[in-house]
T-cell receptor
Protein backbone atom coordinates (compact mmCIF):
# COMPACT_ATOMS: atom_id res chain seq x y z
CA UNK A 1 0.00 0.00 0.00
CA UNK A 2 1.22 3.48 -0.83
CA UNK A 3 2.20 5.41 2.27
CA UNK A 4 0.60 8.81 2.67
CA UNK A 5 1.80 11.96 4.39
CA UNK A 6 -0.52 14.79 5.38
CA UNK A 7 -0.32 17.71 7.83
CA UNK A 8 -1.13 16.88 11.42
CA UNK A 9 -3.39 19.88 11.91
CA UNK A 10 -4.80 22.94 10.17
CA UNK A 11 -6.77 25.96 11.31
CA UNK A 12 -9.28 27.95 9.30
CA UNK A 13 -12.11 30.43 9.71
CA UNK A 14 -15.71 30.09 8.72
CA UNK A 15 -16.36 30.91 5.09
CA UNK A 16 -12.82 30.22 3.92
CA UNK A 17 -11.76 27.57 1.44
CA UNK A 18 -9.58 24.88 2.98
CA UNK A 19 -7.09 22.82 1.01
CA UNK A 20 -5.51 19.75 2.60
CA UNK A 21 -2.66 18.21 0.65
CA UNK A 22 -1.63 14.57 0.85
CA UNK A 23 1.65 13.18 -0.47
CA UNK A 24 1.77 9.63 -1.85
CA UNK A 25 5.04 9.38 -3.74
CA UNK A 26 4.92 5.62 -4.35
CA UNK A 27 1.36 5.43 -5.60
CA UNK A 28 0.81 2.46 -7.92
CA UNK A 29 -0.85 2.48 -11.31
CA UNK A 30 -4.07 0.87 -10.06
CA UNK A 31 -4.36 2.90 -6.85
CA UNK A 32 -7.26 5.20 -6.10
CA UNK A 33 -7.10 8.17 -3.72
CA UNK A 34 -9.82 8.32 -1.11
CA UNK A 35 -10.64 10.81 1.63
CA UNK A 36 -12.64 10.15 4.77
CA UNK A 37 -13.95 12.56 7.41
CA UNK A 38 -14.33 11.69 11.07
CA UNK A 39 -16.19 13.71 13.68
CA UNK A 40 -15.49 13.11 17.37
CA UNK A 41 -17.15 9.96 18.71
CA UNK A 42 -18.29 8.87 15.24
CA UNK A 43 -17.08 6.45 12.61
CA UNK A 44 -15.31 7.78 9.52
CA UNK A 45 -17.44 8.91 6.62
CA UNK A 46 -16.47 8.65 2.97
CA UNK A 47 -16.05 12.07 1.35
CA UNK A 48 -14.60 11.60 -2.11
CA UNK A 49 -12.52 9.29 -4.27
CA UNK A 50 -10.57 9.88 -7.45
CA UNK A 51 -8.02 8.43 -9.81
CA UNK A 52 -6.76 11.40 -11.78
CA UNK A 53 -7.43 15.08 -12.61
CA UNK A 54 -10.36 16.50 -10.70
CA UNK A 55 -13.39 15.05 -8.98
CA UNK A 56 -16.15 17.14 -7.46
CA UNK A 57 -19.21 16.25 -5.45
CA UNK A 58 -21.61 18.16 -3.24
CA UNK A 59 -19.18 18.13 -0.33
CA UNK A 60 -15.67 18.61 -1.71
CA UNK A 61 -13.32 18.62 -4.66
CA UNK A 62 -10.30 16.42 -5.15
CA UNK A 63 -7.43 17.63 -7.30
CA UNK A 64 -4.89 15.12 -8.56
CA UNK A 65 -1.91 16.27 -10.68
CA UNK A 66 -0.72 14.31 -13.67
CA UNK A 67 2.04 12.47 -11.78
CA UNK A 68 -0.48 11.46 -9.06
CA UNK A 69 2.19 11.72 -6.35
CA UNK A 70 0.03 14.06 -4.33
CA UNK A 71 -3.59 15.11 -4.06
CA UNK A 72 -5.48 18.03 -2.57
CA UNK A 73 -8.82 17.87 -0.85
CA UNK A 74 -10.63 21.19 -1.19
CA UNK A 75 -13.48 22.14 1.12
CA UNK A 76 -15.29 25.27 -0.13
CA UNK A 77 -16.53 27.83 2.39
CA UNK A 78 -16.06 25.78 5.54
CA UNK A 79 -18.34 26.08 8.55
CA UNK A 80 -17.89 25.17 12.20
CA UNK A 81 -19.43 21.78 11.42
CA UNK A 82 -16.49 20.92 9.17
CA UNK A 83 -14.25 20.67 12.23
CA UNK A 84 -13.10 17.06 12.03
CA UNK A 85 -10.19 14.76 11.23
CA UNK A 86 -9.60 14.13 7.54
CA UNK A 87 -7.85 10.98 6.34
CA UNK A 88 -6.17 10.44 2.99
CA UNK A 89 -5.90 6.82 1.87
CA UNK A 90 -4.43 5.24 -1.24
CA UNK A 91 -5.01 1.74 -2.56
CA UNK A 92 -6.39 -0.43 -5.33
CA UNK A 93 -9.87 -1.86 -5.62
CA UNK A 94 -8.88 -5.07 -7.26
CA UNK A 95 -5.97 -6.17 -5.11
CA UNK A 96 -7.88 -6.60 -1.91
CA UNK A 97 -6.13 -3.64 -0.36
CA UNK A 98 -7.39 -2.80 3.08
CA UNK A 99 -7.94 0.73 4.29
CA UNK A 100 -4.94 1.95 6.26
CA UNK A 101 -5.71 4.99 8.35
CA UNK A 102 -2.88 7.21 9.51
CA UNK A 103 -3.43 9.91 12.11
CA UNK A 104 -5.06 12.20 9.56
CA UNK A 105 -5.30 16.00 9.51
CA UNK A 106 -7.16 17.61 12.35
CA UNK A 107 -9.02 20.62 10.94
CA UNK A 108 -10.25 23.26 13.36
CA UNK A 109 -12.69 25.84 11.97
CA UNK A 110 -13.05 28.98 14.04
CA UNK A 111 -15.88 31.55 13.95
CA UNK B 1 -32.03 1.47 5.65
CA UNK B 2 -30.41 1.46 9.07
CA UNK B 3 -26.96 1.05 7.49
CA UNK B 4 -24.41 -0.40 9.91
CA UNK B 5 -25.53 -0.83 13.50
CA UNK B 6 -23.41 -1.71 16.51
CA UNK B 7 -24.28 -2.75 20.04
CA UNK B 8 -23.58 -1.93 22.76
CA UNK B 9 -22.58 1.75 22.58
CA UNK B 10 -20.56 1.60 25.77
CA UNK B 11 -19.22 -1.20 27.93
CA UNK B 12 -16.94 -1.53 30.92
CA UNK B 13 -15.25 -4.89 31.41
CA UNK B 14 -13.09 -6.23 34.16
CA UNK B 15 -9.76 -7.81 33.27
CA UNK B 16 -10.27 -11.40 32.20
CA UNK B 17 -13.93 -11.05 31.28
CA UNK B 18 -15.22 -11.83 27.80
CA UNK B 19 -17.81 -10.17 25.61
CA UNK B 20 -19.16 -10.02 22.09
CA UNK B 21 -19.51 -6.79 20.15
CA UNK B 22 -22.39 -7.00 17.72
CA UNK B 23 -22.41 -5.58 14.20
CA UNK B 24 -25.14 -5.80 11.60
CA UNK B 25 -25.68 -4.25 8.16
CA UNK B 26 -28.78 -4.18 5.98
CA UNK B 27 -27.14 -3.16 2.68
CA UNK B 28 -26.42 -6.72 1.50
CA UNK B 29 -22.69 -6.00 1.50
CA UNK B 30 -20.40 -8.99 1.27
CA UNK B 31 -17.38 -7.27 2.81
CA UNK B 32 -17.30 -6.41 6.51
CA UNK B 33 -14.53 -5.11 8.75
CA UNK B 34 -13.69 -4.55 12.40
CA UNK B 35 -11.39 -1.69 13.40
CA UNK B 36 -10.18 -0.32 16.69
CA UNK B 37 -9.23 3.29 17.31
CA UNK B 38 -7.10 4.34 20.25
CA UNK B 39 -7.21 7.99 21.42
CA UNK B 40 -5.66 10.40 18.91
CA UNK B 41 -4.78 7.62 16.51
CA UNK B 42 -6.06 6.30 13.22
CA UNK B 43 -8.06 3.11 12.84
CA UNK B 44 -6.38 -0.28 12.85
CA UNK B 45 -7.92 -3.30 11.14
CA UNK B 46 -8.61 -6.24 13.46
CA UNK B 47 -10.45 -8.75 11.25
CA UNK B 48 -12.36 -8.70 8.02
CA UNK B 49 -14.72 -10.94 6.08
CA UNK B 50 -15.33 -11.23 2.35
CA UNK B 51 -18.55 -13.19 2.74
CA UNK B 52 -20.48 -15.55 4.96
CA UNK B 53 -18.19 -18.24 6.31
CA UNK B 54 -14.97 -16.46 5.28
CA UNK B 55 -12.88 -14.38 7.65
CA UNK B 56 -9.26 -13.27 7.81
CA UNK B 57 -6.89 -11.44 10.13
CA UNK B 58 -6.05 -7.81 9.84
CA UNK B 59 -3.24 -5.82 11.38
CA UNK B 60 -4.05 -6.39 15.10
CA UNK B 61 -6.02 -9.68 15.54
CA UNK B 62 -4.50 -10.94 18.81
CA UNK B 63 -7.05 -11.24 21.60
CA UNK B 64 -10.03 -11.23 19.25
CA UNK B 65 -12.12 -13.70 17.31
CA UNK B 66 -14.80 -13.29 14.67
CA UNK B 67 -17.39 -15.36 12.88
CA UNK B 68 -19.62 -14.69 9.88
CA UNK B 69 -22.55 -17.05 9.65
CA UNK B 70 -24.79 -14.65 7.70
CA UNK B 71 -24.25 -11.80 5.26
CA UNK B 72 -25.80 -9.35 7.70
CA UNK B 73 -23.95 -10.07 10.95
CA UNK B 74 -20.29 -9.92 11.89
CA UNK B 75 -19.75 -10.22 15.67
CA UNK B 76 -16.38 -9.59 17.32
CA UNK B 77 -15.50 -11.67 20.35
CA UNK B 78 -13.07 -10.52 23.04
CA UNK B 79 -11.70 -13.33 25.16
CA UNK B 80 -9.90 -12.59 28.44
CA UNK B 81 -10.14 -8.82 28.20
CA UNK B 82 -6.97 -6.83 28.92
CA UNK B 83 -6.47 -3.08 29.58
CA UNK B 84 -4.71 -2.85 26.19
CA UNK B 85 -8.06 -3.56 24.56
CA UNK B 86 -9.54 -0.34 25.90
CA UNK B 87 -10.50 1.42 22.69
CA UNK B 88 -13.33 2.44 20.40
CA UNK B 89 -14.39 -0.33 18.05
CA UNK B 90 -15.88 0.37 14.64
CA UNK B 91 -17.54 -2.04 12.29
CA UNK B 92 -17.77 -1.25 8.57
CA UNK B 93 -19.13 -2.78 5.40
CA UNK B 94 -18.64 -2.24 1.70
CA UNK B 95 -19.89 -3.60 -1.59
CA UNK B 96 -16.42 -4.41 -2.89
CA UNK B 97 -13.00 -5.20 -1.61
CA UNK B 98 -10.69 -2.52 -0.32
CA UNK B 99 -11.20 0.83 -1.87
CA UNK B 100 -14.85 0.94 -2.46
CA UNK B 101 -16.72 3.29 -0.13
CA UNK B 102 -16.89 1.84 3.36
CA UNK B 103 -19.88 2.50 5.59
CA UNK B 104 -19.04 2.70 9.27
CA UNK B 105 -21.16 2.03 12.32
CA UNK B 106 -21.39 4.43 15.28
CA UNK B 107 -18.81 2.54 17.32
CA UNK B 108 -18.59 0.79 20.68
CA UNK B 109 -16.53 2.44 23.41
CA UNK B 110 -14.95 -0.28 25.53
CA UNK B 111 -13.07 0.22 28.78
CA UNK B 112 -11.21 -2.63 30.45
CA UNK B 113 -10.24 -2.05 34.08
Amino acid sequence: LAKTTQPISMDSYEGQEVNITCSHNNIATNDYITWYQQFPSQGPRFIIQGYKTKVTNEVASLFIPADRKSSTLSLPRVSLSDTAVYYCLVGARSSGDKLTFGTGTRLAVRP
Amino acid sequence: NAGVTQTPKFRILKIGQSMTLQCAQDMNHNYMYWYRQDPGMGLKLIYYSVGAGITDKGEVPNGYNVSRSTTEDFPLRLELAAPSQTSVYFCASTQGTGFYEQYFGPGTRLTVT
